[in-house]
């Protein structure tokens, strides 16, 4: 990847500023978020839990503006279909006097947060949630716990738990793999299928939702290779490949999706790591940018993106090259609403990294800015 100096990154930032204040068809394709400030939400592993932030766009530039929500210990945010309610996942030991973890709910209203509901999820250390598109039914991900969990949501507001499970299964990795670690929840493109990545056994396990009622039944499994640890699945905008990144052998499944039963196959499998190299290594996330053209992957602890060039008709992909991160453990990255940024959630080096982005080209800037933020987990956009 073109290596770009500061100058080059002041450059870049440059150009958006003015392509944005210049070209009427720039402000359409990426809407007024492009000229005017937005807010961000972003969760925090600290008492804090939710900050805000103000973005923007024709600089990339971020600037605090105060709590959103006091609430422990925040791993992860999700909107609501509509962006109307906002829900956290809480990496706790106990809640309500109980072992589990803390799914909560909140009302976006002039870009703050206000509180309506808070229950129990099925386990400890609660790290992940998704809403389904009808905004009727939300999962929850325990990675301690090794479980999880749905809920039906009305107005905004979760029921109690009305589907738990518990996870059984392990793999050969003793040290992260001693008992089953349930991570990330998602959905099909389509609404009709439910997964929940279970790092600790090496599967992704697939349900059939009823988003009405939020229960779910069982619907098949997706084994990984042994010690990879599926973390991770995101599904291209082709609506046949997804991606899912295995932690613990800093690999991506390439996957086909199958829309008649939910299933996923393996086409192939991408190394993460640069050739020779050995040493500690977790990977990430993916963002696939919206015209499905340019797909990211980030590995922590040696601390790198790596962007690729995706086939928007296949989903397959072809490497460009690896970039900074921009600081320790990239938790969580997105791109903004213009896709002329990238920001990264260092959680270890306290900060949220922003890098320009070439559109066109999908490069990222070698060199970004970085803005203080106490152990980001996750960005979201209001």
């Known amino acids: 990847m073109k290596k770009l100096s500061r100058r080059d990154f002041l450059t870049a930032a440059s150009t958006v500023a003015l392509t944005a204040a210049v070209t009427p068809g720039f402000a359409a394709a990426s809407g007024a978020a492009a000229i005017r400030r937005r807010r961000i939400f972003i969760a925090s592993n600290a008492p804090d839990g939710i900050l805000a932030y103000d973005w923007d766009p024709v600089h990339g530039e971020l600037t605090p503006a105060g709590v959103a929500a006091r609430i422990p210990k925040v791993a992860w945010l ?14 706790l030991d106990s809640f309500n006097g109980k072992p589990a973890g803390e799914v909560a709910s909140f009302r976006v209203r002039n870009g703050k947060l206000y509180p309506l509901s808070a229950v129990n999820s099925a386990g400890v250390g609660t790290c992940h949630v998704a809403v389904d598109s009808t905004g009727q039914m939300l999962l929850a991900a325990d990675y301690v716990g090794g479980s999880a969990a749905s809920f039906r949501i009305h107005e905004g507001r979760l029921s109690a738990a009305v589907w738990t499970e518990r996870y059984t299964l392990h793999g050969p990795n003793a040290e992260r793999q001693e008992s089953a670690h349930a991570h990330f929840a998602s959905f099909s ?6 997964y929940i990545n279970d790092l600790g056994g090496d599967c992704i396990h697939i349900y059939r939702p009823n988003t009405a009622t939020a229960e779910i039944t069982p619907a098949g499994t997706y084994t990984g290779a042994p010690g990879s640890g599926p973390r991770t699945l995101r599904f291209h905008p082709n609506g046949r490949t997804a991606y899912c990144v295995n932690e613990l052998a800093s690999t991506v499944d390439v996957l086909q999706w199958s829309r008649a039963d939910g299933s996923l196959a393996l086409i192939t499998r991408i190394e993460l790591l640069p050739e020779g190299y050995h040493g500690p290594t977790r990977a990430c996330d993916t963002v696939i940018s919206s ?8 590995n922590r602890d040696s601390d790198f ?20 991160c921009g600081g320790k453990t990239p938790r969580n990255f997105v791109l903004d609403p213009t896709e ?20 066109e080209t999908g490069t990222l800037a070698a060199e970004g800015r970085n803005f203080a933020a106490k152990a980001p987990m996750r960005i979201l956009f209001v």
């Open 340 to 359: 002329c940024w990238m920001l990264v959630a260092n959680q270890d080096s306290n900060v949220v990294s922003v890098f320009a982005r070439n559109p």
């Open 189 to 194: 493109p389509d609404n009709r299928f439910a």
């Open 291 to 298: 015209d499905g053209r340019f797909v990211y992957f980030a």
């Open 305 to 324: 993106l790596y962007a690729f060039k995706a086939d928007p008709q296949s989903g397959s992909l072809t490497p460009m090259g690896r970039s900074s």
């Open 78 to 91: 999700a909107f609501s279909h509509g962006h109307e309610f906002v829900y956290s996942a809480s990496e």
